[in-house]
């Protein structure tokens, strides 16, 4: 009798160990971690998806013409967090194809940029941010200049109304003063 008591005293021991190590034990499935949603800042991204017809106008000096062109640009979200977009034109006879990536970096509190094309051998990468009232991007892209050298563009996107929008990109010039090098009308395709 004493065997089974000590035998039914171990039984209840074991039992108890277990529940309590399944009670404290971490999940053999961790909860996952909430998915991220896009937020208010990525809605103006929208805005800029779909297609776009452009007309380019490249300044060569400033009192000088423009170098006039043609393109398209087709605008995808990817998540809603990010637009990537291809840009089509022909450059002094020659095909152009772009693609750039723009979202809203949390961490940074900036939207961020990315820029590759046919005739650049190098990436472009910029900062900006967005001022919901105007309805205007301001910021800069770190590139090449068309000798080669690094530079810093400024770049401004304004959107006229929601069909519409200008996009223009000045450097500093050898007088210390922002020079345009480049405006692009996009409107949008319908």
Known sequence: MKSSRTLLAAAAVLAAATAFAQENRPSARPEAPAMPTPGPEHAVLKDLAGSWDATVESFAAPGQPPMLAKGMETGTLVGGFWLVSDFKSEVMGQPFLGRSTLGYDPAKKKYVSTWIDSMTPSLSAGESDYDAATKTFTGWTD?????????RFKSVTVFKDPATR?????MTGPDGKDMMVMRITYTRQR
């Not at 590139?143 to 530079?151: F, N």
């Not at 200008?166 to 000045?170: L, P």
């Open 143 to 151: 590139g090449i200049d068309h000798r080669g050298r690094p530079t």
């Open 166 to 170: 200008i996009s223009t990109m000045s």
